[in-house]
Antibody, heavy 118, light 112 residues
Framework: QVRLVQVGAEVKKPGASVRVPCKAS????????ITWVRQAPGQGLEWLGWISANNGHTDYAQSLQGRITMTIDRFTSTAYMDLGSLRADDTAVYYC???????????WGQGTVVTVSS | DIVMTQSPDSLAVSLGERATISCKSS????????????IAWYQQKPGQPPKLLID???ARESGVPDRFSGSGSGTDFSLSISTLQAEDVAIYYC?????????FGGGTRVEI
């Protein structure tokens, strides 16, 4: 059974960076991708980008270009989302989710709460 | 970017009654070559991540009760809950995955 595990919460000051991990298990091959979606308090869902587990190809939301980086450690099957130059409006729950090529986001992690506050 | 517009924003339905949510895309999210509609529906309960209910506009995920059904093509889609149960209270989101970036509707809150 495919699972994505996210843990904990982070509190950061404005201008700092955050790294959010997402550990995948249950995949028998690298024919999947990890996407990241965030949800600000009381708000809807915002797509941030995705990374292929097969070749590491990434695609990021235009609004976050230059501040966001996604990577995958294939040895530990852990995906990472790094977001820099944090602002108060980056405060949100950050979810990872997995999908296969061309498909919907089938499996979701529990989310990591990131709070940006001085 | 494709804009997804859901209506209504919220919906109050009696137990056992039908709930229907509409989702419109700003351009077609269907490929004529494979006749697929690149629309998904997610259910989100408080404090939980979204859960995929339906993809390809009408294909229920394994384990999703058959009271949930999706329909539509082109730019107009809907999610119906045939007989609302207490556990269906949630926010429902539609999403297009036809184009990058994938985009979500604003959500519809379903209440009893």
């Amino acid at each position: 059974q495919v699972r994505l595990v996210q843990v904990g919460a982070e509190v950061k000051k404005p201008g700092a960076s955050v790294r959010v991990p997402c550990k995948a298990s249950g995949y028998t091959s690298n024919t999947y991708a990890i996407t990241w979606v965030r949800q600000a308090p009381g708000q809807g869902l915002e797509w941030l980008g995705w990374i292929s587990a097969n070749n590491g190809h990434t695609d990021y939301a235009q609004s976050l270009q230059g501040r966001i980086t996604m990577t995958i450690d294939r040895f530990t099957s852990t995906a990472y989302m790094d977001l820099g130059s944090l602002r108060a409006d980056d405060t949100a729950v950050y979810y990872c989710a997995s999908f296969v090529r061309g498909g919907a986001f089938a499996v979701w992690g529990q989310g990591t709460v990131v709070t940006v506050s001085s | 970017d494709i804009v997804m517009t859901q209506s209504p924003d919220s919906l109050a339905v009696s137990l056992g009654e039908r709930a229907t949510i509409s989702c419109k895309s700003s351009q077609s999210v269907s490929y004529s070559s494979n006749k697929k509609n690149y629309i998904a529906w997610y259910q989100q309960k408080p404090g939980q991540p979204p859960k995929l209910l339906i993809d390809w506009a009408s294909a229920r995920e394994s384990g999703v009760p058959d009271r949930f059904s999706g329909s539509g093509s082109g730019t107009d889609f809907s999610l119906s809950i045939s007989t609302l149960q207490a556990e269906d209270v949630a926010i429902y989101y539609c999403q297009q995955y036809f184009n990058t970036p994938p985009t979500f509707g604003g959500g519809t809150r379903v209440e009893i």
